[in-house]
């Protein structure tokens, strides 16, 4: 069975920062297409920043600017590195793997990720 393990997230204050990390068996790392999700309180998931196989990201214009995706190659681990952190970037974070790797976008609809993690909660006070 195909795990994606999520660690960070916690409690920061608004203007804080935060890291997230996303460990992916390696098949899975250098070919898929990954990403970043999260689901506020009451409202929908939603697409926060995706990388393709070739490590090219793709941020929600809401975070872009503030947070950062990286890979690492030797953990074959996906890091999700979030600053300047906002009351409303409060959520369950989720990490996520496609094999839509062709398509790999923000756009990418999110029937079509075929592995997720457990979710890791971040929450922002003021």
């Known amino acids: 069975q195909v795990q994606l393990v999520e660690s960070g997230g916690g409690s920061a204050q608004a203007g804080g920062s935060l890291r997230l990390s996303c460990a992916a068996p390696?098949?899975?790392?250098?070919?898929?297409?990954m990403g970043w999700f999260r689901q506020p309180p009451g409202k929908q998931r939603e697409a926060v920043a995706v990388?393709?196989?070739?490590?090219?990201?793709s941020y929600a214009d809401s975070v872009t600017g503030r947070f950062t995706l990286s890979k690492d190659n030797a953990k074959t681990t996906l890091s999700l590195q979030m600053l300047s952190l906002k009351v409303e970037d409060t959520a369950m974070y989720y990490c996520?793997?496609?094999?839509?790797?062709?398509?790999?976008?923000?756009?990418?609809?999110?029937?079509?990720?075929?592995?997720w993690g457990q979710g890791t909660q971040v929450t922002v006070s003021s």
């Open positions: 996520a793997a496609s094999g839509y790797a062709n398509t790999c976008s923000l756009a990418l609809p999110q029937g079509r990720y075929q592995y």
């Open positions: 990388i393709d196989s070739a490590g090219s990201p």
């Open positions: 390696g098949y899975i790392y250098s070919r898929y297409c």
